[in-house]
Structure formats: structure tokens, C-alpha cells
């Protein structure tokens, strides 16, 4: 089974696996996070990360903002906790850049430590790329509806097919991590609007090559007739003739790419 392959059946599997939304929880479970880290906690933050986490794949709907910037706080500390300062900082970076206000507790900011250093290091640079797949509902990035995502922070991605269904969410650092996924193929309706773009264009172009196909053919019979007419000049009726047969190819050649567009329109299962 290929990558892609792969990750559509994880999706099915953690679709198949999730009984209700966990779009609410994130918040609480992201509160959960910050809690024990305040309370200095070890055993509760783990309980409340791994919480966290596990609650990703079930997500079914879009997150509000304060969702949003509490998953960052607790992934900044996650991060810090698991001594990863990197991704800690870019986590950090979402929080500046999202609620410019904020400052974490200076109980959490002794002198000297990571997550001072994490957070007194965070990225400021804006700089963004476009993702090469997108979702026929399109992206939503960090709550935003944009398919650009940011490079040196993290940031959380959400991906809606056309109803408005959830066929992704989570939270990535780079643009790497996103998922090669066929969004399309998690997409019914998708898949229909394709076949149907795809039928339309191949039997149009179909029509177009038998059209010209018969315009030739009109072309090469006046060419013949010519051969057979008093007017013309004998040493010009090999021309004529000549004429005539190349027009009767092209036009046996556009009648079987015609046939053979028309065919792979309708049996390719597109």
C-alpha cells in the first residue's frame, strides 16, 4: 500500500472509531494541559497530553478561536516538556502572532529555563506557502479560510470537502507534515462533480473530432468529383487525386480519435 493509500485508511479507521465530536474537548483538554504544568504536576500533564492527542482524530467540526490558542499554549509546553525548544518556540510564535497580548504566568518563566528560552525565542517572520492540495471545501488555517500556511510557527489545519464536512484537522509545524492525501476520494460529491467535468469535456471534444472527421470528408469528396471533371486540367489530376486521399486518412484518423476519446471518457473510472 502506497503513502497515500495509507493515510486514507488511517482516516477510516479513525473516523470508524470515533463516536462523537471531540471539537469541544480540545479546549478543556488544552486547559488540562496548562493546569498541570501550573501545578507542576508530571503525572497529570502527561495524562492530559496524551488526552489531547488522542482527541485529534475525532475532531468533526470546525475550532473557535479560543480552541485554537489554547491548543497552541498547551503544544508550547508539551513541546518544552519533551525538551523539543524548536517546535516549542513556534508554538509560542502562533501564540504571539494570534493573541499579541498574551504572556504565559511568570511562575512558568524562571530564569534560565527552557521555556523561557522557547518563548523569548519565538520566530516573528510572516513568510508563507501555498499548500499543493487542497480540499474541495478548502483549508482553514488557524480558523482563517486560506490555503497558505505559515513557515515558521505552527499552526493548525482544518480541511472541509464540499458539504461542509471535516476531512481534516491537525496541528503541524511545517508544511511537510501535511498529509498527501486524494481529498477527493473522501469526497463523494467531489468525486461526482469530477466524473461529471470529465464526461462533459471528453464527449465535447469527442463531437468536435467527429465534426471535423465529416468537414473532411466533404472536403476529400469535392476533390474527387474534381478528378472526374472535363474542366481540369489533365497533368493536375494526380494532384487532385492526391489531395483526396490524404483528406480521406485524416479524416478516418480523426473518426477513430473520436471513437477512442469518446470510449476512454466513458469506461475510465475517473
Given amino acids: ?26 479546549e478543556r483538554l488544552s486547559r488540562a494541559v496548562e493546569a498541570a504544568y501550573d501545578a507542576v504536576d508530571d503525572e497529570a500533564f502527561q495524562a492530559a497530553t496524551a488526552a489531547l492527542d488522542q482527541a485529534v ?8 478561536g479560543d480552541a485554537l490558542l489554547a491548543w497552541h499554549r498547551a503544544r508550547a509546553l508539551q513541546e518544552s516538556w519533551e525538551r523539543e525548544l524548536v517546535a516549542s518556540s513556534k508554538s509560542w510564535a502562533a501564540v504571539r502572532a494570534l493573541d499579541p497580548a498574551y504572556s504565559p504566568p511568570e511562575a512558568w518563566l524562571p530564569e534560565g529555563s527552557a521555556l523561557r528560552r522557547a518563548w523569548e525565542e519565538a520566530p ?14 478548502g483549508w482553514r488555517v488557524d480558523g482563517q479560510p486560506t490555503p497558505y500556511v505559515p513557515t515558521e510557527r505552527g499552526f493548525v489545519l482544518q480541511g472541509f470537502d464540499t458539504s461542509g464536512q471535516l476531512v481534516h484537522t491537525d496541528y503541524h509545524y511545517s508544511v511537510a507534515e501535511v498529509p498527501v492525501v486524494d481529498f477527493a476520494a ?3 460529491t467531489a468525486q461526482q ?12 471534444l469527442a463531437a468536435t473530432l467527429a465534426t471535423s472527421a465529416v468537414a473532411v470528408v ?43 476519446t469518446l470510449a476512454a471518457t466513458w469506461a475510465i473510472p475517473w
Fill in 124 to 137: 516573528t517572520g510572516s513568510e508563507r506557502i501555498k499548500l499543493e492540495r487542497v480540499p474541495e471545501g
Fill in 193 to 204: 462533480l469530477r466524473r461529471r467535468r470529465m464526461h462533459a469535456g471528453g464527449s465535447a
Fill in 218 to 260: 466533404g472536403v476529400a469528396a469535392g476533390q474527387r468529383t474534381s478528378v472526374f471533371d472535363p474542366a481540369v486540367p489533365v497533368g493536375a489530376l494526380d494532384g487532385h487525386a492526391g489531395r483526396a486521399n490524404r483528406l480521406s486518412n485524416t479524416a478516418v484518423a480523426l473518426g477513430l480519435a473520436s471513437g477512442a
Fill in 57 to 64: 482524530p475525532c475532531v468533526r467540526t470546525e475550532l473557535p
Fill in 186 to 188: 473522501l469526497d463523494p
Fill in 1 to 26: 500500500m502506497d503513502a497515500e493509500g495509507s493515510v486514507l485508511v488511517l482516516v477510516s479507521i479513525a473516523h470508524a472509531t470515533c463516536p462523537n465530536d471531540a471539537g469541544p474537548r480540545i
